[in-house]
């Protein structure tokens, strides 16, 4: 694996349940980009959003302004 390459990793919060998301958050400072893919399909397509973009998600919802489903 190089430095460019996706480092996925499943959150803590998940139950391992098979309908997990998986994050790559070591592009952040290479690319500025933060990579998501479904965790049952790894070979599968990645969406791909723009660090800053991802960061007032992840706040939104932590702060309950986005409730989890």
Do not use: Q
């Not at 690319?31 to 397509?45: A, F, Q």
């Not at 990645?46 to 660090?51: C, D, G, P, T, Y």
């Amino acid at each position: 694996m190089t430095t460019d390459d996706p480092g996925w990793f499943t959150s803590s919060y998940s139950e391992n349940g098979g309908a997990c998301v998986e994050v790559a958050a070591n592009l952040v400072e290479s690319r500025g980009v933060v990579p998501v893919r479904d965790s049952k399909d790894p070979e599968g397509p990645a969406l791909v959003f723009a660090a800053s973009s991802w960061s007032a998600f992840v706040t939104d919802v932590k702060s309950g302004h986005l409730p989890i489903v």
